[in-house]
């Protein structure tokens, strides 16, 4: 069951975070009309789509985990019971409509106000937000500790939905300037990285009590450890490619391959962070 957890969340954590992070970068690196549209949201109804399954079956998961079956998850009360009387299941009822009304928005025949995307996916990043670790703490703390991660999700999500948005400009880079899209990414990027950090750090020192988890190779450390190690790489693929921006377009192979690899960092560092969630924070004392 905890493999098929870590999963589900792996899945569910990277769909939400760069849905959100596409619609955030849309109109800086898109404008206001461009070729992508159309591709862009072919794409954002298939991580919608994803997003809502997943979603479901991270519902069943916790439903038989807390009922101790299988077949639990899939009966009528004892979910009734979970989406009614656990801090979970309220969250995760409210989850899933917003996920599905995001669905229909982008299953609509007519244009739908990019606006109210990105609001929806915003919320549905939110949501996400008090699962898990952020649940931990009560009170004021534990609501500040809620808004650390709604912030911290909020700058992973736009830096992997902007490398993905990236990559599909790469792919297909006729009409736009490559140099001046590189600029304008990591123009936000350093408002992410800084971001990223701090709140980073907060999480850290709020779940365990200290700067860094001892011992370090082992359980929540070690997964820990290799979350940053993974940051670590792609800020210095993100630091290469803007040293090397002058001549971008004469290394268009290299750059997109450059990116792609960062953006799959990126993902490695979210499957670290679904393991992570599944384990108990180490209190120093």
Request: proline share 4%; aromatic share 8%.
């Amino acid at each position: 069951m905890t493999s098929a957890m870590v999963l589900c969340r792996f899945l569910h954590f990277t769909v939400v975070l760069m849905l959100f992070g596409i619609w955030v970068f849309r109109p800086l690196l898109l404008g206001r009309v461009s070729h992508l549209d159309q591709p862009l949201a072919c794409a954002s109804r298939w991580l919608a789509a994803v997003a809502l399954v997943s979603g479901v079956g991270w519902l069943l998961l916790v439903t038989a985990s807390m009922a101790g079956a299988w077949d639990a998850a899939l009966e009528p009360s004892t979910l009734r019971r979970v989406l009614g009387r656990t801090f979970f299941g309220e969250v995760w009822g409210w989850h899933l409509l917003l996920n599905g009304l995001l669905m229909i928005l982008l299953l609509l025949p007519w244009p739908s106000s990019r606006l109210l995307q990105l609001t929806l996916s915003g919320l549905l990043l939110a949501t996400l937000a008090p699962v898990g670790h952020g649940a931990m703490l009560d009170g004021i703390e534990g609501r500040l500790l809620i808004l650390n991660q709604l912030m911290h999700l909020a700058c992973v999500g736009t830096w992997l939905g902007g490398l993905m948005l990236l990559v599909m400009i790469l792919r297909q880079p006729e009409g736009y300037s490559v140099r001046v899209v590189l600029q304008r990414f990591s123009g936000v990027g350093y408002a992410l990285v800084a971001g990223l950090l701090i709140t980073g750090l907060i999480n850290v020192r709020a779940l365990t009590g200290a700067f860094w988890p001892t011992p370090m190779l082992s359980g929540f450390a070690l997964i820990l450890l290799i979350k940053v190690a993974l940051v670590a790489a792609m800020l210095g693929l993100a630091l290469f490619n803007r040293l090397r921006i002058n001549d971008c377009e004469q290394r268009m192979a290299t750059l997109r391959n450059s990116v792609m690899l960062e953006w799959l960092l990126g993902l490695g560092a979210v499957a670290a962070v679904s393991l992570l969630g599944t384990l108990p924070s180490m209190m120093s004392n």
